[in-house]
């Protein structure tokens, strides 16, 4: 068995859609023959058959949003449709001797294991089957991952109890489901059971589905159809008003391609010309005008609730600064080696963020502080929530008692922390509590923002773009490395007075590090 997959999307391409397969479940197709087309933001990419064989179960629809490299299909070696399959393999059957039907059917069955849902987090009522790895009849082995549950903060891996066979599937992708719900089946210990029996008239029969396809292929080729034409290459010949039976292509099987219209359509010698529909877009509009519908995930659902409430159930405001970052860009420049050499990580500038947010706390208890209900809820631990991007959304993991980690401790817990993001790892306990959040947006080139408080938490500092702007310094102008600071408050709990205290106390700390040591 062969997948067939999505091939590798060009650079900034992050997904794709399925737009049009050619062929069905059953089909017997040729190597080299399109089965399907793969539409992105820009291009139309055409997916070739790997082999010669049969289409085995689609596992994605036209209209379905697709990454790099993900199983679009199955391609099994054989020939023919489904029905052909079963018919020979009934009348294979009747000829074997039912003690010999009977062994074979026992030796492929094994032990029905229940696939379930993981036990939910705490406050999680219910999840949603997110993708399945593998399909029923598929082998599988112990440990493998078969299903991934989505919940409204971290993904939950589904792995193999046993090696054995995919049984039946339950719950189909998409579906919200319970904790401990059974989703699946799988018979542990048994074998897939595919066994294939080769005569003369399969091979007859293969020659002539063959013979059958490039007869297709060449009448195809010769009409040049629309079947011969990918959607966005449809949708320019609609746009431009010509006739795609004069238009010549040079693609794969003689298929139509988007420089084989626009030469056309530019052919100083074509008689046609590009003579809108009456019913076609006006004629100032020109290019692909496409667009996708996505259902949102339940992560991104969740961060639109939480943001939304945030901004609607606190009183909050925004207080900016400015910092000097030179003194920082010094000492790391000074030390970097030493200390990349002595812990084994590079100094970045989050150990100093963390650091002085931490020892503002200390001085500002407000900022560290929640309301519940009609109470002011002090806390005397500082646990610092890292505003982090993963493929799947914004996610706030947590710092554990800053006050007690030194700059390496809180660089390798960082790094530990995103990396755990982008591969989908966080867990409830990554995630949950945190006292106060810190936001970089200056990794993605933020000059300055307002950033939304994490709720239950009072506050968030905005950590912007370092740039070099020109400051007056002792009545001279100097040109320094600046960043702008943005602390975002709920007003409910904190003042003004509180506010920007705590915002000139980390501006203090991080133009004189030495501040930090010294506790002063």
């Not at 079963?86 to 492929?108: I, L």
């Not at 963020?353 to 001085?363: D, F, S, W």
């Amino acid at each position: 068995m062969t997948d067939i997959k999505v091939p590798v999307l060009p650079e900034s391409v992050a997904d794709a859609t399925v737009a049009k397969w050619h062929v069905a479940e059953g089909d017997s197709v040729s190597r080299d023959q399109i089965v399907v087309d793969i539409e992105t933001d820009k291009v139309v990419l055409e997916v070739a058959a790997p082999d010669d064989g049969v289409i085995g179960s689609i596992k994605h629809q036209e209209g379905d949003t697709v990454t790099a490299e993900q199983v679009l299909a199955t391609l099994t070696a054989g020939d023919g449709n489904k029905e052909s399959s079963k018919a020979s393999a009934s009348e294979s059957s009747e000829d074997k001797q039912p003690a010999e039907t009977s062994q074979s059917e026992q030796s492929a069955k094994g032990e029905q294991v229940d696939i379930q849902v993981p036990v939910l987090p705490e406050s999680v009522a219910d999840a949603t089957i997110a993708t399945w790895h593998v399909k029923p009849g598929e082998a599988v082995s112990r440990d493998q991952v078969l299903v991934d549950i989505e919940t409204d903060k971290v993904v939950l891996e589904v792995v193999a109890q046993a090696d054995g066979v995919m049984g039946e599937i339950l719950e189909d992708t998409g579906s919200t489901v319970n904790a401990e719900q059974v989703i699946g089946k799988l018979e542990a210990g048994a074998s897939s059971g595919k066994s294939e029996s080769k005569s003369d008239d399969d091979s007859a029969s293969k020659s002539d589905s063959k013979s059958e396809t490039k007869a297709d292929s060449s009448d195809n080729d010769s009409d040049s159809s629309d079947e011969a034409m990918s959607p966005s290459v449809r949708r320019l010949v609609a746009e431009k008003g010509l006739d795609a039976s004069k238009i010549k292509g040079s693609g794969k099987n003689g298929r139509i391609t988007k420089e084989d219209v626009e030469k056309f359509a530019s052919s100083a010698g074509s008689k046609e010309t590009a003579k809108p529909a009456a019913s076609s877009a006006p004629a100032a509009v020109s290019g692909d005008r496409t667009q996708k519908r996505v259902p949102m995930t339940r992560l991104r659902k969740t961060i639109a609730n939480r943001l939304l409430e945030a901004k609607n159930s606190t009183a909050m405001l925004t207080t900016f600064n400015e910092v000097n970052m030179k003194p920082i860009m010094d000492l790391r420049k000074q030390y970097q080696e030493v200390f990349e050499k002595r812990h084994g990580i590079r100094l970045g500038f989050m150990s100093f963020y963390v650091k002085a947010v931490t020892e503002a706390l200390k001085r500002f208890p407000e900022v560290n502080a929640a309301i519940d209900g009609d109470d002011i809820v002090y806390h005397n631990y500082f646990d610092i929530s890292i505003a982090v991007s993963t493929p799947r959304g914004l996610v706030t993991p947590v710092l554990r008692d800053c006050d007690k980690m030194n700059l390496a401790e809180i660089e390798k817990a960082i790094k530990e922390l995103a990396l755990k993001g982008r591969d989908g790892k966080l867990s409830m306990d990554d995630l949950t509590g945190g006292n106060f959040t810190i936001t970089n947006g200056g990794v993605f080139g933020s000059l300055m923002s307002t950033p939304i408080i994490n709720p239950p938490q009072s506050a968030i500092l905005g950590m912007h773009k370092i740039q070099d702007r020109a400051m007056v310094v002792d009545g001279k102008i100097e040109i320094l490395p600046m960043m702008y600071l943005a602390l975002s408050y709920d007003h409910r709990i904190i003042d003004g007075k509180e506010s920007v205290g705590y915002l000139v106390t980390i501006k203090e700390l991080l133009e004189d590090p030495t501040r930090i040591l010294l506790d002063i």
